[in-house]
């Protein structure tokens, strides 16, 4: 039981280059987020997925698109790169509706770097 | 909407030490709430919640919040820290008006010395 796995673990960008990053998780969670981590700012919600087929933005969804494959996979996409999203990334995942106020499990983080 | 505020961003305290970690909130309904950590390059996990009941909540690791509805506070304690407490430590709010998305205060860095 591997939690909530993110892939790459570190990315380094060119300015209007673009990348997706993974996510997956198998604890046969229904919602899943999107996450940033800036200094001084606490996390940020990006997007969220209540349940597989849909997504709904977040605090700070411009510039980010984002795709819920199946059950187990979120990914975030940036389609082109700005050093203004230089910052950690986290995915998390929650348990199943009905248990609402269950905790979100988040995934060891990917640090991008813009240039 | 929900707003959360961490009184201290940096926290130095020496090994067996209590730690107090404040957390304030800003919500016209009733809310719940949490204390994740986060270690040295990790991602955050869980060391309490608040969801209704006793307003003393024990968690993980000898930790303990106290939810005090008058003074819309949550705050989080620690008798005696231990080195391996050196982290970060956020408090965040949800409800169900928001769709229970997390809310997170902007963070305490704890730096536990010998």
């Known amino acids: 039981n591997a939690g909530v796995t993110q892939t790459p673990k570190f990315q380094v960008l060119k300015t209007g280059q673009s990348m997706t990053l993974q996510c997956a998780q198998d604890m046969n969670h229904n919602s899943m987020y999107w996450y940033r981590q800036d200094p001084g700012m606490g996390l940020r919600l990006i997007y969220y997925s209540a349940s597989e087929g849909t997504t709904d933005k977040g605090e700070v969804p411009n510039g980010y698109n984002v795709s819920r494959l199946n059950k187990r996979e979120f990914s975030l996409r940036l389609e082109s790169a700005a050093p203004s999203q230089t910052s950690v990334y986290f995915c998390?995942?929650?348990?199943?509706?009905?248990?609402?106020?269950?905790?979100?499990?988040f995934g060891p983080g990917t640090r991008l770097t813009v240039l | 909407a929900q707003s959360v505020t961490q009184l201290d961003s940096q926290v130095p305290v020496f090994e067996e030490a209590p730690v107090e970690l404040r957390c304030n909130y800003s919500s016209s309904v009733s809310v719940y709430l949490f204390w994740y950590v986060q270690y040295p390059n990790q991602g955050l996990q869980l060391l309490l919640k608040?969801?209704?009941?006793?307003?003393l909540v024990k968690g993980i690791n000898g930790f303990e919040a106290e939810f005090n509805k008058s003074q819309t506070s949550f705050h989080l304690r620690k008798p005696s820290v231990h080195i391996s407490d050196t982290a970060e430590y956020f408090c965040a709010v949800s409800h169900p008006v928001n769709d229970y998305k997390l809310s997170f205060g902007a963070g305490t860095t704890v730096t536990v010395r010998a």
């Open positions: 608040y969801l209704s009941g006793s307003t």
């Open positions: 998390a995942s929650s348990e199943p509706p009905g248990l609402r106020t269950d905790t979100q499990y």
